[in-house]
């Protein structure tokens, strides 16, 4: 079965330090990989994900992930945090058959920014 | 481009109820996904429609159906509800198996 785990609950950073959220999977095949973002009320809005092509996907306001297979992860980064980055980030995962359906999603990861 | 909407925003129910949950998908999609947020958790996958048809189901009890319409909108109905239910309900519509789920905002169900 596949599974997302996402490493650290709550991630601290100061305005324009660099982000991390971390983010491995557990799949018996090459999936589709997602990281969504939500903002407090709000529902999902998609970043990036992988669908086998580059390894390195960027996405939206500067974010981008590196799908790893022999580490099996798929770590999202932003090389400057901004304060309106501060929000909820999940990585979620399906199988290939079944892309943009059926996703497993992480426990999220809360991401908060300072001044 | 109109957006997924959902409805109602918030509402408030008690144990043994019964639930319906309503949604709006993107214009062009055909397919609607709906997915259980609990508090402080990631969205768990309840179940996707496909042309009218159930065609994928996560690990919910039959209590929660639902359906689809022929303009592909969907309703989540959850009958005898628990206060477990309590949770942001996402709805999800796509273009098939393009790869994107483009989300509503949720309705959050209090069950007391």
């Known amino acids: 079965a596949q599974s997302v785990t996402q490493l650290g609950s709550h991630v601290s950073v100061s305005e324009g330090a660099l982000v991390l959220l971390r983010c491995n999977y557990s799949?018996?095949?090459?999936?589709?990989l997602f990281w969504y973002v939500q903002y407090p009320n709000q529902g999902l809005q998609l970043l990036l994900k992988?669908?086998?092509?580059?390894?390195l996907v960027k996405g939206i306001n500067g974010f981008e992930a590196e799908f790893k297979k022999s580490e099996t992860s798929f770590h999202l980064t932003k090389p400057s945090a901004h304060m309106s980055d501060a929000a909820e980030y999940f990585c979620?995962?399906?199988?290939?058959?079944?892309?943009?359906?059926?996703?497993?999603f992480g426990k999220g990861t809360t991401l908060s920014v300072s001044s | 481009e109109t957006g997924v909407t959902q409805s109602p925003t918030h509402l408030i129910k008690t144990r043994g109820q019964q639930v319906t949950l309503r949604c709006s998908s993107q214009?062009?999609?055909?397919?609607v996904s709906w997915y259980q947020q609990a508090l402080g958790q990631g969205p768990q996958f309840i179940f996707q429609?496909?042309?009218?048809?159930?065609?994928g189901r996560g690990n919910f009890p039959p209590r929660f159906s639902g359906l689809q319409f022929p303009n592909y909108s969907s309703e989540l109905n959850v009958n005898a509800l628990e206060l477990d239910d309590s949770a942001l309900y996402l709805c999800?519509?796509?273009?098939?198996?393009?790869?994107?789920?483009?989300f509503g905002e949720g309705s959050r169900l209090t069950v007391l």
């Open positions: 992988y669908t086998s092509a580059a390894t």
């Open positions: 999800a519509s796509s273009r098939g198996g393009t790869g994107e789920l483009f």
């Open positions: 214009s062009g999609h055909n397919t």
């Open positions: 799949s018996s095949v090459p999936p589709y």
């Open positions: 429609y496909y042309r009218e048809e159930e065609n």
């Open positions: 979620a995962v399906a199988p290939k058959r079944q892309a943009g359906t059926a996703l497993i």
